[in-house]
C-alpha cells in the first residue's frame, strides 16, 4: 500500500492572518498614542520659558498666535474677523476659559487684540502657556 495519509507534500490553501492583524494593531496604537503630539498646534508658536510654569487641563477653547500675527483655534488657522464670529456660535462661553499659546516674539499688542476680542465674546477666564524651564 504505497499511499500514506500524512502526505508533507500538500499544497498550502490557507493563509494565516494572525500575523497581519498583530502588526496592523500593533502600527494603530502607535499612531493614536503619537498622533496628538505632532498635530497639536497646525500654527508654529515658540512657547516663552517659565520656572513657574504649571500644567493645566485640556481646555476646550486653545487659542494661538505666531510671531507674524495669526491666530488659530485649536490648531486651525482662522482670520481675525473669523474669530469673533467662531466664538458667537459657542454655548455656555461665560463658563469656559480660553488658553492662549503666543510666541514669544509676538508683539504685546497682538496678544491684547486677541483678550480684547475674547472678553467681548463674553470669557472672562484667561490662561498663558508657556514651556517648564525647570534647572
Known amino acids: 500500500m504505497g499511499s500514506s495519509l500524512n502526505n508533507d ?3 498550502i490553501t490557507g493563509i494565516n492572518v494572525t500575523p497581519l492583524v498583530d502588526v496592523v494593531l500593533v502600527l494603530l496604537i502607535i499612531f493614536m498614542i ?17 520656572n513657574s510654569a504649571e500644567s493645566i487641563e485640556k481646555t476646550a477653547l486653545t487659542f494661538s498666535i505666531t510671531k507674524d500675527g495669526q491666530v488659530g483655534l485649536d ?6 474677523d473669523q474669530v469673533k464670529q467662531t466664538l458667537s456660535t459657542l454655548s455656555d462661553i461665560d463658563q469656559k476659559t ?3 499659546n503666543a510666541d514669544k516674539e509676538t508683539p504685546h499688542g497682538t496678544v491684547i487684540q486677541l483678550i480684547d476680542l475674547l472678553k467681548q465674546a463674553g470669557l472672562v477666564h484667561f490662561a498663558m502657556s508657556v514651556d517648564s524651564h525647570k534647572n
Do not use: E, R
Open 9 to 11: 507534500d500538500d499544497i
Open 34 to 50: 503619537t498622533a496628538p503630539t505632532i498635530y497639536s498646534s497646525a500654527l508654529k508658536v515658540q512657547l516663552p520659558k517659565a
Open 75 to 80: 490648531g486651525k488657522p482662522l482670520a481675525w
Open 98 to 100: 480660553a488658553v492662549i
